[in-house]
């Protein structure tokens, strides 16, 4: 079993950048795949970014590709997800899930394929 807590979320101005980490417990973290998800007052929960176990894989939505880059650092059990050029529509609560995944498995970008989530950090851009 893995715990995981975010960390990291603040206010920001449009345009600024911000980083929020994923810290798991546990020592086998490595054989996890980890995705962000974020959610908005009164919107459904969306995907945001994954990345498979060793890092070697990861997936974007298309609202956040090449403002986003998602990367873990196994050895510190954290996974990262930098924020770039943020907008006012990227204000949510940032939430990390983690599944068991085999050696060589992919990401997973569905809300339902993850066991484990963490309690969220807010993200506020101001416009």
């Known amino acids: 079993q893995v715990q995981l807590v975010e960390s990291g979320g603040g206010l920001v101005q449009a345009g600024a950048s911000l980083r929020i980490s994923c810290k798991a417990s546990g020592r086998t973290f490595s054989s996890y795949a980890v995705g962000w998800f974020r959610q908005a007052p009164g919107k459904e929960r969306e995907f945001v970014a994954a990345?498979?176990?060793?890092?070697?894989?990861?997936y974007y939505a298309d609202s956040v590709k090449g403002r986003f880059t998602i990367s873990r650092d196994n050895a510190r059990n954290t996974v990262y997800l930098q924020m770039n050029s943020l907008k006012p529509e990227d204000t949510a609560v940032y939430y990390c899930?983690?599944?068991?995944?085999?050696?060589?498995?992919?990401?997973?970008?569905?809300?339902?394929?993850?066991?484990?989530w963490g309690q969220g950090t807010q993200v506020t851009v101001s416009s």
């Open positions: 990345i498979n176990w060793s890092g070697g894989s990861t």
């Open positions: 899930a983690a599944r068991l995944t085999q050696l060589g498995g992919g990401y997973y970008i569905r809300g339902y394929e993850y066991n484990y």
